[in-house]
């Protein structure tokens, strides 16, 4: 089971973040959510400070604190009965913890998209175009008879940048490169494979 | 099929048996012949001829440097057209060469025409032709922000020649398993269309 791990300082933000009701909750959650996309509106923290009679800085924190949350949340990959054994230990109210619960629960996918493009970089595979030409005759070399199949093969890098390749090869080449490539999709139903992965997870 | 008028007067003086005797054209075109080798440079041609062969035939350098280059054009015109044997003798013929000499060039030239049209295909422009493929699977557990993924992901390297190089270059790309299935169905498809076609022709 893995626990979230909060600092001395997050456990006194979150005693302080019990003295509010839910629906408050609710907004905080809002704010902070938002905020994963956009910059945090100053202006709005204040007011809303102020109504709450609280310090802005202090506000902005218990924002921090619940944003944290949702990373964490989402970069753990935590499940419910995680996340709920981690808040609930450091004496967070159950009402407030539904509450974030809901809210995190909802973003969860959202945030693991967004982590999930900081990754390394590589070119993946995106889609794969062919063509059968027959080659019939060049500059140098007149009356042949010669397949080839043409492949444009377009990778992505990271989200956006796409890459397109156009490639060649002749039969032979082809009809290896697809059992090579049937070989290694088929080496995932090994039985050594599925041994792995049965006891890493 | 048209030769320079040049390449054709080098032509009539090598026919000539006294300019050129019976010895030194076999010789001549024996060295002519055996520099089409299949090596791991193919289409890398080094017509330069062996300074001891040609020291044995009694010629100026001009001269022989002349015949040799008509020579070459002419298997090249040949072997571009794929003439046939009995075509080949017809045109030597024609151009006043001896039975003799004209047994001895198309003996050689039956058993080194297809070697020769394989140096004429190799000097034809293409894309990046697929010579050979290898991969690597992966089970991806966690990065530095993200955990639990526990994900299999291929690693594909597609070697390549890329026509004017020596060396090979390669493709790498990464791969989900949706990703290869994709790519193997698509090369499977490939594949059959590659075959119906054999069955048609």
């Known amino acids: ?201 | 099929m048209e030769l320079s008028s040049n390449y054709l007067s080098a032509l009539k003086h090598a026919s000539n048996d006294d300019l050129l005797s019976f010895d030194s054209f076999k010789l001549l075109i024996k060295t002519i012949f055996d520099s089409f080798i299949i090596n791991s440079k193919l289409g890398k041609l080094n017509p330069r001829l062996d300074p001891k062969i040609l020291e044995q035939i009694n010629k100026s350098e001009a001269e022989l440097k002349e015949i040799t280059a008509a020579f070459y054009t002419l298997l090249a015109e040949l072997a571009r057209h794929d003439v046939d044997v009995n075509s080949a003798s017809t045109f030597l013929e024609d151009h006043g060469f001896s039975n003799e000499k004209i047994k001895i060039f198309t003996e050689l030239y039956q058993e080194k025409l297809q070697i020769i049209r394989l140096f004429l295909s190799s000097s034809t422009s293409s894309f990046p032709h697929i010579v050979d493929v290898s991969w690597r699977l992966d089970y991806c557990i966690k990065e530095n922000n993200l955990e639990r993924i526990n994900e299999p992901i291929y690693l594909i390297e597609l070697k390549l020649e890329v026509p004017g190089q020596s060396n090979l270059t390669s493709l790498k790309f990464s791969c989900t398993v949706e990703q290869l299935q994709d790519l193997v169905f698509k090369l499977k498809e490939a594949s059959k269309s590659v075959e119906k076609l054999a069955q048609i022709s």
């Open chain 1, 1 to 201: 089971m893995v626990l979230l791990h909060l600092s001395d300082k997050q456990k006194e933000k979150i005693s302080l973040l019990n003295t509010f009701d839910e629906k408050i909750i609710r907004e905080f959650c809002r704010i902070s959510t938002e905020s994963i996309n956009k910059e945090i509106n100053t202006k709005a923290i204040s007011n809303a400070a102020a109504k709450l009679n609280i310090q802005p800085p202090d506000l902005k924190e218990l924002i921090e604190l619940i944003t944290w949350i949702f990373l964490e949340n989402a970069r753990l990959d935590l499940n419910v009965k995680e996340l709920k054994e981690s808040l609930l230990l450091v004496g967070i109210k159950e009402e407030i913890f539904s509450e974030i619960e809901l809210n995190a629960k909802t973003n969860q996918n959202q945030l693991q998209n967004l982590i999930d493009k900081t990754k390394i970089e590589t070119l993946s595979y995106d889609n794969l175009e062919w063509r059968v030409d027959i080659k019939l005759a060049t500059r140098s070399l007149l009356e042949i008879v010669e397949p080839e199949i043409v492949f444009k093969f377009d990778l992505k890098k990271g989200d956006e940048r796409r890459v397109t390749k156009v490639l060649q090869t002749d039969v032979v080449n082809l009809n290896y490169l697809t059992n090579s490539l049937e070989n290694a999709l088929n080496e995932i139903k090994s039985n050594y494979c599925r041994k792995v992965f049965r006891n890493i997870v």
